[in-house]
T-cell receptor, first 112, second 114 residues
Framework: QQQVKQSPQSLIVQKGGISIINCAYE??????FPWYQQFPGKGPALLIA???DVSEKKEGRFTISFNKSAKQFSLHIMDSQPGDSATYFC???????????WGAGTKLIIKP | EAGVVQSPRYKIIEKKQPVAFWCNPI?????LYWYRQNLGQGPELLIR????????DSQLPKDRFSAERLKGVDSTLKIQPAELGDSAVYLC????????????FGEGSWLTVV
């Protein structure tokens, strides 16, 4: 019940296209859903996060869509650029418990 | 503002040798984390500190791993003796309730055990 399942494992998108990464969770107590971006040789960096009281959050080209009833959330990257090539991790946590439960990661490659 | 600083960035040691990693969190962040990340996987929490108290060390292999956060600021993570399976990236991170609990990661310490 603590798992966060992320798909796909890898994704190749043409420059200018839309990249979509999906995550599903089981624990309905989770109330914080961040996405982290990790470049090779670097630590993960928070990209965008959402709480379950909203269904969508947009920051620039990055959008989280959240479906509470389906227990799913996804990251959309609009107008994908080669600089977006990285590994993306979804995660979830509950309340003041800062133990993030991480997805397995998606390696995104944007082809010029 | 300086981010989370870790050292060393890279370390190669022979199995059975000890190794230590150091972390300086973002100034004012009372929560500090040590994670381990294996290649192609997400980070795995080893230990979490609230100030100088280890509040969650359930995933820390206590037979060979130890950590301390004296004075509630810097922290060290030690492995003794190291095993081949300990090869991974050891990530330090910090957060603060006062700034939304966002977890900020350092660049990691890359350990190779040969």
């Amino acid at each position: 019940q603590q798992q966060v399942k992320q798909s796909p494992q890898s994704l190749i998108v043409q420059k200018g296209g839309i990249s979509i990464i999906n995550c599903a969770y089981e624990n309905t107590a989770f109330d914080y859903f961040p996405w982290y971006q990790q470049f090779p040789g670097k630590g993960p960096a928070l990209l965008i996060a959402i709480r379950p009281d909203v269904s969508e959050k947009k920051e620039g080209r990055f959008t989280i869509s959240f479906n509470k009833s389906a227990k799913q959330f996804s990251l959309h990257i609009m107008d994908s650029q080669p600089g977006d090539s990285a590994t993306y991790f979804c995660a979830a946590s509950k309340g003041s418990n800062y133990q993030l439960i991480w997805g397995a990661g998606t390696k995104l490659i944007i082809k010029p | 503002e300086a981010g989370v600083v870790q050292s060393p960035r890279y370390k190669i040691i022979e199995k059975k040798q000890p190794v230590a990693f150091w972390c300086n969190p973002i100034s004012g962040h009372n929560t500090l984390y040590w994670y381990r990340q294996n290649l192609g996987q997400g980070p795995e929490l080893l230990i979490r500190y609230e100030n100088e108290e280890a509040v969650d060390d359930s995933q820390l292999p206590k037979d060979r791993f130890s950590a301390e956060r004296l004075k509630g600021v810097d922290s060290t993570l030690k492995i003794q003796p190291a095993e081949l399976g300990d090869s991974a990236v050891y990530l330090c991170a910090s957060s603060s309730r006062q700034v939304g609990n966002t977890i900020y990661f350092g660049e990691g310490s890359w350990l190779t055990v040969v």
